[in-house]
């Protein structure tokens, strides 16, 4: 098989299968966890269930004073990578071009080598995670196989991505064939793993906010 070939795998069928995995691990993981339910609270409204959701949803991004005394470079690195994996995501020029070849959206994007300078500051900020990790011997203790699995596929996507855009692999289609693997095995993973909680986590955050503002408390 040639790279162009190879190429031509990852960007059609390849891409099309991962699509379809994602999405329905994506339904079936939002499914269960709405299928749960919840009890019916008779107890009188004090408050907005939906604006409580909201605030909770919206004050969860700013770190927690007493997790970011306990554990600083837990948060500071954790926000670095987060913030630049989301950046090149959603702000990398073909990568917007791309979402909207395939969902017909789009919006600006930032210039190439901003996109760059941050996901070299990111594949840092994952490495000295992964060494904190393994330095620590409780977390190294409560770490199972996911959490370096979940690592892995992060990583990896970052790596190929940023060695494609400097042709550091040749040749180029090859390079490129590479990242859109990783990015595949990346979507096929999320569902099934804690990578969901880039989805679960806002449901968490809303039903949590919805409780205590139905109470008349600010949470």
Do not use: C
Not at 106 to 129: R, S, Y
Not at 175 to 194: D, S, Y
């Amino acid at each position: 098989m040639t790279a162009m070939e190879f190429l031509m795998l990852t960007k059609g069928p390849l891409f099309q299968a991962a699509l379809a995995v994602f999405a329905l691990g994506v339904l079936v993981r939002l499914v269960e966890i709405f299928a749960l339910g919840r009890a019916h609270n008779y107890a009188a409204p004090r408050g907005s269930a939906v604006a409580g959701g909201l605030r909770t949803m919206y004050k969860r991004f700013e770190p927690n004073p007493g997790t970011f005394k306990a554990a600083p470079f837990d948060v500071v690195v954790g926000m670095v990578w987060h913030i630049g994996f989301i950046i090149a995501l959603l702000l990398f020029i073909p990568h917007v071009e791309l979402i909207k070849s395939t969902f017909g959206i789009a919006w600006p994007a930032l210039p190439n080598p901003v996109v760059d300078a941050v996901t070299a500051i990111t594949l840092l900020g994952l490495i000295a995670a992964l060494v904190h990790r393994l330095a620590q011997p409780v977390k190294r203790f409560l770490s199972t196989p996911e959490d370096y699995l979940i690592w892995g596929v992060t990583f990896l996507v970052m790596l190929t991505g940023w060695l494609a855009y400097h042709r550091m692999i040749n040749p180029y289609p090859l390079a490129l064939g590479i990242h859109i693997l990783a990015a595949e095995i990346f979507l096929v993973v999320l569902p099934f793993t804690k990578l969901s909680h880039i989805f679960t986590a806002f449901v968490a955050r809303y039903y949590n906010g919805a409780i205590f503002g139905r109470k008349g408390v600010q949470s």
